[in-house]
């Protein structure tokens, strides 16, 4: 419950600074130290979804621009790929109260998507709100976009590739886009998502609603599959999630059959070119 003439966003500040300094600032700026994600200079656009993740990132940047000692430029964007009326509203009415300035843009990416692939199309809706999203932050002269991929997106994402995609790879703190233009930075990657769900509900946020019939749970995903396989082997290994985020950063090249850089083949433990 609000204090009177408090808003919800300056509540929402303060608690990054008490209750959640330790689960979610602490790992914020460590991240931040650990990869150079924030330099000198940057000109940085933090993309909105409109979700839990999103706005977190938001608040977050807000308190670090307060600290003098760095020199950045940060501003919050968003693309609307074809939300309901009633997501937008929920949408606008969170950044309002939690005093985010945030600038929308429109692309009809989920129009497109559905009319090529009706059955499937996540693969192509992602490359499209990728694509779109890029291009209008190049467009608006920032070299880098902070996304708010966390700690156990970077675990699923580690096991869907390992499982369907049959390779050992997942996202990164910090990487070149496919233009080389700018680089995307994931500053929640050690943040998890079971604090990031009570920072919200413990600042009354309520996030906007995905809005999309694949990723609402109408249907079932592949990362729905990882995250109700992940809370099964939990059951029996509470570590289980920090064992495989830990072993992505302590890869022995000795002891695996082949590995690639890029699109770039290497000689493999016994000597022999990949093929």
């Known amino acids: 419950m609000r204090e009177e003439g408090i808003s919800r966003g300056a509540i929402a500040t303060e608690s990054l600074r008490k209750t959640y300094r330790k689960k979610i600032w602490t790992k914020f700026v460590k991240a931040i130290k650990d990869f150079d994600l924030v330099e000198d200079g940057d000109k940085i656009a933090v993309g909105v979804s409109g979700g ?20 950045f430029e940060v501003a919050f964007i968003s693309m609307n790929p074809g939300f309901e009326a009633m997501d937008m509203e929920q949408f606008k009415r969170n950044l309002e109260e939690l005093d985010i300035p945030c600038e929308v843009f429109e692309a009809n990416v989920w129009e497109v998507a559905f009319k090529e692939d009706p059955e499937k199309p996540c693969f192509l809706c992602a490359k499209m709100r990728r694509g779109v999203l890029y291009n209008k932050v190049e467009e608006l002269g920032y070299n880098k976009l902070a996304l708010g991929h966390h700690f156990d997106d970077v675990v699923e994402t580690a096991l869907i590739n390992q499982f369907y ?14 233009s080389g233009k700018m ?63 830990n072993s992505l950063k302590n890869i022995n090249l000795d002891y695996v059959m082949g590995y690639t850089r890029g699109n770039k083949r290497d000689v493999a433990k016994d000597g022999n070119e990949n093929k």
Not at 52 to 71: G, M, P, Y
Not at 165 to 178: F, H, Q
Not at 216 to 238: C, F, H, W, Y
């Open 165 to 178: 995609a049959g390779t050992v790879k997942t996202m990164i703190p910090k990487v070149k886009s496919t």
């Open 52 to 71: 839990k993740d999103s706005l977190l990132l938001c608040k977050l940047f807000q308190e670090l621009a307060k600290d003098r000692t760095r020199k």
């Open 183 to 245: 680089e995307l930075i994931r500053p929640l990657i050690y943040v998890k998502e079971e604090d990031i769900i009570n920072y919200t509900k413990r600042n009354g946020i309520v996030a906007m609603a995905c809005g999309c019939p694949i990723e609402s749970g109408k249907v079932d995903s592949k990362r729905r599959e990882i995250k109700n396989l992940l809370a099964e082997l939990t059951k029996v290994n509470p570590n289980i999630k920090q064992s495989i985020f």
